[in-house]
T-cell receptor
Framework: DGGITQSPKYLFRKEGQNVTLSCEQN?????MYWYRQDPGQGLRLIYY???????QKGDIAEGYSVSREKKESFPLTVTSAQKNPTAFYLC???????????FGPGTRLTVT | AQKITQTQPGMFVQEKEAVTLDCTYD???????LFWYKQPSSGEMIFLIY??????QNATEGRYSLNFQKARKSANLVISASQLGDSAMYFC????????????FGAGTRLFVKA
């Protein structure tokens, strides 16, 4: 089945450690996105990529990094510089930049 | 500044009745897209419906319709014949292609469908 996978669903880390969240899609979509969602709030854009080997910062990119070496993969690294990393992280893809986005199941990251 | 406002933090509706979820947006762009997404308790976001700024007719998808009033900058979601499975968070979103190809989301409305 076509779709987006994110792993793991739950992730626990100690403060000061970098952690990488996986996002893979087999929809042949060009555009991919990472969002952060805090309790009771909407989604905020961290990074997005419209094409392989290219990505742009979103509204809250500080403390995060990404890579887009393959069309189907867009991993997000939460670095130790991110001051408040505990959140729900959603990855999405779209055929083009303005199209409807298809979301993965999300990763809930807890940093203590 | 580009902005999406959803003024209803929570809404209740009786099963089988219709409900309207409000969304207003602020943009100076002429070309933009408006989306509604549903987020069940599982967390995954599900695309429901899309309206382009140049579309003259309101979008419909099954039990979902979008009441688009461009002059008022509103894009309300109407769910007809509510079902228990409609209980979820609903997010209004706007795509803009100025200042980067980004989609911005509102804070969401939690819908409770009562049996």
């Amino acid at each position: 089945d076509g779709g987006i996978t994110q792993s793991p669903k739950y992730l626990f880390r100690k403060e000061g450690q970098n952690v990488t969240l996986s996002c893979e899609q087999n929809l042949n979509h060009d555009a991919m996105y990472w969002y952060r969602q805090d309790p009771g709030q909407g989604l905020r854009l961290i990074y997005y990529s419209q094409i392989v080997n290219d990505f742009q910062k979103g509204d809250i990119a500080e403390g995060y990094s990404v890579s887009r070496e393959k069309k189907e993969s867009f991993p997000l690294t939460v670095t130790s510089a991110q001051k408040n990393p505990t959140a729900f992280y959603l990855c999405a893809s779209a055929r083009g930049s303005g199209g409807e986005q298809y979301f993965g199941p999300g990763t809930r990251l807890t940093v203590t | 500044a580009q902005k999406i406002t959803q003024t209803q933090p929570g809404m209740f509706v009786q099963e089988k009745e219709a409900v309207t979820l409000d969304c207003t947006y602020d943009t100076s762009d002429q070309s933009y897209g408006l989306f509604w997404y549903k987020q069940p308790s599982s967390g995954e976001m599900i695309f429901l419906i899309y309206q382009g700024s140049y579309d003259e007719q309101n979008a419909t998808e099954g039990r979902y319709s979008l009441n688009f009033q461009k002059a008022r900058k509103s894009a309300n979601l109407v769910i007809s014949a509510s079902q228990l499975g409609d209980s979820a968070m609903y997010f209004c979103a706007m795509f803009r292609n100025t200042g980067g190809f980004k989609t911005i989301f509102g804070a969401g409305t939690r819908l409770f469908v009562k049996a």
